[in-house]
């Protein structure tokens, strides 16, 4: 009896121990794994709240202060070098050389303000320290999303949008987190921010690799799971913010606040992970995935070459659409161009709008809670765009045909209308201004990214997504900076009030005209590209990755039929043991029986 119970004890354990394998094994575990980077992943968003100590800690002016700021958002939005790393090393290596990156920008920046150093930086120091740790996020962007988008291939866009929105809401979780953890201490918060999006990269780089293995019939419906807890996190975040823009917390509170977030954001997605890998746990216990995994952390092989990789050979000679491009084929191609075209108009304008939220409220009037409300609002809406287009596109690509690029083309169109508000200042408009561009802007960069993936293949996506978010910063510069910012100071002279402030709508009516007039262009232009691809997205774009996906489920097949002999055979050999120990144990009692007639 007792043997008998330590077998079953055993058992269990040999159990749990293998279902524990296999779920770190596992393609959902991974993009859990990727989720968890993505959270952390948002210090560029959080400039706001530790730049009053970078300024006066070290003496800046408001000029010196916004050069420290442009090299923050010139590193954020430069992940060319982090795509060309993922072409040549695996994705672990891009992880590590993110966190790397990111504990150096932020930790310098951190002995800067705190004067752990015996002088005081050069600016030039401080902008290398900030455009190093804003140019780490692009590696973890593009280890573990790109690597995800690859493991996903028929489920790109739900992806890419949860992913991207989740980006959205990391500075959320992270003010979250940091009010918990260091109460108001802004300074604490930049070591915080030079130790968090290091770890998480780290203890997750195993998990981040290519895993091939067919689709599963409910894979959308795993997602939408994901889905409902980010909106349920989204929502319980945009009502937090707002009582504490109402309402002083104590530090209690922000721990209670703090604690429903990281529950939200990490157990109970772990436990939609548990669940649906022990149903896959209990119903392929004889396959061998194993065998399609790479390796948790692969050797360093060169996977190409630059020279390969710039080559200008067949330049001209584009591949189908949807095949994999050559990284200048694509770059050159008239596809990009008119894409590059209409998102710097687009995302450009919308980038100026929330750049100048706060001096627009200030201008028309507005108290300083609601432009703390107004920048709450174009972050959830922002998130919750990047979520609904994933999925809308998704639904309408698979059910309908529709071309992702007429969506696009549909949310440039309608951005224009938060602009036009901005203008004419309508009376409470920017409430609604606020929504509409943080919803548009969250839409346009999570359908640019996957449509670049499903016009010029996964190859060499981890370039090309970042060439494509290029876009971002120079329209940034045209229509923030040489428009935007041109306009307003010239108005602000016009009045006359001394300084360079400007009171009234006309402050930014002729720039957001302008803006309005570039975006419809940039809808226009996006026209064109919805007739060039009409005939693409009218096929089964997806094809080649169910051929695939048909390829691996019959090597399972096969695999597991190689699998079930030798179990066979074990049980067998088990069964034999069983019996010999039985034999014995008779053979035993027999002889103590004749022993004891003998006495």
Same mark, same amino acid.
């Given at each position: 009896?007792?043997?008998?119970?330590?077998?079953?004890?055993?058992?269990?354990?040999?159990?749990?121990?293998?279902?524990?394998?296999?779920?770190?094994?596992?393609?959902?575990?991974?993009?859990?794994?990727?989720?968890?980077?993505?959270?952390?992943?948002?210090?560029?968003?959080?400039?706001?709240?530790?730049?009053?100590?970078?300024?006066?800690?070290?003496?800046?002016?408001?000029?010196?202060?916004?050069?420290?700021?442009?090299?923050?958002?010139?590193?954020?939005?430069?992940?060319?070098?982090?795509?060309?790393?993922?072409?040549?090393?695996?994705?672990?290596?891009?992880?590590?050389?993110?966190?790397?990156?990111?504990?150096?920008?932020?930790?310098?920046?951190?002995?800067?303000?705190?004067?752990?150093?015996?002088?005081?930086?050069?600016?030039?120091?401080?902008?290398?320290?900030?455009?190093?740790?804003?140019?780490?996020?692009?590696?973890?962007?593009?280890?573990?999303?790109?690597?995800?988008?690859?493991?996903?291939?028929?489920?790109?866009? %739900?992806?890419?949008?949860? /992913?991207?929105? &989740?980006?959205? *809401?990391? =500075?959320? #979780? $992270?003010?979250? !987190?940091?009010?918990?953890?260091?109460?108001?201490?802004?300074?604490?918060?930049?070591?915080?921010?030079?130790?968090?999006?290091?770890?998480?990269?780290?203890?997750?780089?195993?998990?981040?690799?290519?895993?091939?293995?067919?689709?599963?019939?409910?894979?959308?419906? %795993?997602?939408?799971?994901? /889905?409902?807890? &980010?909106?349920? *996190?989204? =929502?319980? #975040? $945009?009502?937090? !913010?707002?009582?504490?823009?109402?309402?002083?917390?104590?530090?209690?509170?922000?721990?209670?606040?703090?604690?429903?977030?990281?529950?939200?954001?990490?157990?109970?997605?772990?436990?939609?992970?548990?669940?649906?890998?022990?149903?896959?746990?209990?119903?392929?216990?004889?396959?061998?995935?194993?065998?399609?995994?790479?390796?948790?952390?692969?050797?360093?092989?060169?996977?190409?070459?630059?020279?390969?990789?710039?080559?200008?050979?067949?330049?001209?000679?584009?591949?189908?659409?949807?095949?994999?491009?050559?990284?200048?084929?694509?770059?050159?191609?008239?596809?990009?161009?008119?894409?590059?075209?209409?998102?710097?108009?687009?995302?450009?304008?919308?980038?100026?709008?929330?750049?100048?939220?706060?001096?627009?409220?200030?201008?028309?009037?507005?108290?300083?809670?609601?432009?703390?409300?107004?920048?709450?609002?174009?972050?959830?809406?922002?998130?919750?765009?990047?979520?609904?287009?994933?999925?809308?596109?998704?639904?309408?690509?698979?059910?309908?045909?529709?071309?992702?690029?007429?969506?696009?083309?549909?949310?440039?169109?309608?951005?224009?209308?938060?602009?036009?508000?901005?203008?004419?200042?309508?009376?409470?408009?920017?409430?609604?201004?606020?929504?509409?561009?943080?919803?548009?802007?969250?839409?346009?960069?999570?359908?640019?990214?996957?449509?670049?993936?499903?016009?010029?293949?996964?190859?060499?996506?981890?370039?090309?997504?970042?060439?494509?978010?290029?876009?971002?910063?120079?329209?940034?510069?045209?229509?923030?900076?040489?428009?935007?910012?041109?306009?307003?100071?010239?108005?602000?002279?016009?009045?006359?009030?001394?300084?360079?402030?400007?009171?009234?709508?006309?402050?930014?009516?002729?720039?957001?005209?302008?803006?309005?007039?570039?975006?419809?262009?940039?809808?226009?232009?996006?026209?064109?590209?919805?007739?060039?691809?009409?005939?693409?997205?009218?096929?089964?774009?997806?094809?080649?990755?169910?051929?695939?996906?048909?390829?691996?489920?019959?090597?399972?097949?096969?695999?597991?039929?190689?699998?079930?002999?030798?179990?066979?055979?074990?049980?067998?050999?088990?069964?034999?043991?069983?019996?010999?120990?039985?034999?014995?144990?008779?053979?035993?009692?027999?002889?103590?029986?004749?022993?004891?007639?003998?006495?």
């Amino acid at each position: 009896m007792v043997m008998s119970k330590f077998n079953c004890i055993d058992a269990n354990w040999r159990e749990v121990k293998g279902f524990g394998l296999h779920l770190l094994d596992s393609r959902w575990f991974m993009f859990f794994a990727t989720l968890l980077i993505m959270s952390v992943n948002g210090s560029s968003y959080m400039f706001a709240l530790y730049s009053n100590d970078i300024k006066s800690s070290l003496g800046y002016d408001q000029t010196t202060l916004n050069l420290v700021s442009f090299f923050k958002d010139l590193g954020g939005n430069l992940g060319v070098l982090a795509g060309l790393t993922y072409e040549v090393a695996p994705p672990w290596i891009v992880l590590l050389s993110g966190s790397i990156m990111n504990f150096f920008g932020f930790f310098m920046i951190w002995l800067s303000v705190s004067h752990r150093f015996g002088a005081k930086p050069h600016v030039w120091q401080m902008c290398l320290y900030m455009l190093i740790g804003a140019n780490s996020q692009s590696f973890p962007n593009t280890g573990a999303l790109v690597t995800c988008v690859k493991n996903f291939p028929e489920s790109r866009g %739900v992806v890419i949008g949860l /992913l991207k929105g &989740l980006i959205g *809401l990391s =500075g959320a #979780i $992270m003010t979250q !987190i940091y009010h918990a953890v260091n109460g108001d201490n802004t300074k604490a918060l930049i070591l915080l921010l030079a130790c968090l999006p290091t770890i998480v990269p780290i203890v997750f780089i195993p998990t981040i690799r290519i895993i091939k293995i067919a689709r599963p019939e409910n894979e959308l419906k %795993v997602f939408h799971s994901f /889905l409902y807890i &980010l909106l349920v *996190l989204a =929502g319980f #975040i $945009m009502v937090t !913010i707002i009582i504490q823009n109402k309402l002083r917390f104590t530090r209690s509170e922000y721990i209670a606040t703090a604690l429903v977030v990281v529950v939200l954001s990490l157990f109970i997605p772990l436990a939609a992970v548990i669940k649906q890998e022990l149903n896959i746990w209990k119903g392929n216990k004889l396959q061998a995935l194993d065998a399609h995994y790479d390796q948790a952390i692969p050797a360093l092989n060169v996977k190409t070459n630059f020279l390969t990789l710039f080559s200008l050979k067949n330049v001209s000679k584009k591949p189908e659409r949807g095949d994999d491009y050559a990284l200048l084929q694509a770059i050159f191609s008239i596809d990009m161009l008119i894409l590059f075209t209409a998102t710097t108009c687009s995302i450009g304008g919308a980038l100026a709008a929330i750049d100048n939220m706060g001096q627009i409220g200030k201008a028309l009037g507005y108290p300083t809670h609601s432009i703390a409300s107004f920048i709450s609002l174009i972050s959830i809406w922002n998130f919750l765009g990047r979520i609904v287009a994933g999925f809308a596109s998704e639904i309408f690509l698979a059910k309908y045909k529709v071309p992702r690029p007429l969506l696009l083309t549909l949310v440039i169109l309608f951005s224009c209308i938060g602009y036009l508000l901005i203008a004419f200042a309508v009376h409470n408009s920017l409430y609604f201004a606020s929504i509409i561009i943080g919803f548009c802007l969250g839409a346009q960069l999570s359908l640019l990214v996957t449509i670049i993936s499903e016009l010029f293949g996964l190859k060499h996506y981890s370039t090309l997504y970042n060439v494509g978010s290029v876009s971002s910063p120079i329209g940034s510069y045209i229509f923030n900076v040489r428009v935007a910012g041109r306009l307003y100071d010239r108005e602000a002279l016009k009045q006359g009030k001394g300084g360079l402030n400007c009171i009234g709508a006309r402050c930014y009516r002729v720039a957001f005209v302008t803006i309005s007039a570039a975006t419809f262009f940039a809808c226009i232009v996006s026209i064109i590209l919805v007739l060039r691809t009409k005939n693409f997205y009218q096929g089964d774009i997806y094809n080649k990755f169910k051929d695939e996906a048909e390829h691996i489920e019959n090597s399972d097949v096969s695999l597991t039929i190689d699998c079930v002999v030798p179990m066979k055979d074990m049980e067998a050999k088990a069964n034999t043991g069983r019996a010999a120990v039985i034999d014995v144990a008779a053979e035993k009692e027999h002889t103590s029986n004749a022993t004891i007639d003998r006495r």
